[in-house]
């Protein structure tokens, strides 16, 4: 079982930054794919940024550029680096955990963060 705990949430101004936070309870940090979702009110949970275990990075378009996905092995923690925010950023933002053992995959989920971007 893994726990992942985000921080970093708040309110912030457009054009603003922010950097969330999650940690991973475990040992399997360092085999998961990291991943950061976020669900706005009456949206679906989409991917916005998510990182693999060898480092490879992959970024939603509409936040290429300005958001930025990292890990820290040492820490079991997964980051994400907010830059120029949007009012349309606002949304809970959840980390997401997802590895492969013994041919069988687990999925886990944190509790969210929020994030609210005024204009």
């Known amino acids: 079982q893994v726990q992942l705990v985000e921080s970093g949430g708040g309110l912030v101004q457009a054009g603003g930054s922010l950097r969330l936070s999650c940690v991973a309870s475990?040992?399997?940090?360092?085999?998961?794919?990291m991943g950061w979702y976020r669900q706005a009110p009456g949206k679906q949970r989409e991917l916005v940024a998510q990182i693999t275990s060898g480092g490879n990075t992959n970024y939603e378009d509409s936040v290429k550029g300005r958001f930025t996905i990292s890990r820290d092995n040492s820490k079991n923690t997964v980051y994400l680096q907010i830059d120029s925010l949007k009012p349309e950023d606002t949304a809970v933002y959840y980390c997401n955990s997802k590895y492969v053992y013994v041919g069988r995959w687990y999925n886990y989920w944190g509790q969210g963060t929020q994030v609210t971007v005024s204009s």
């Open positions: 475990g040992s399997t940090f360092s085999i998961s794919t």
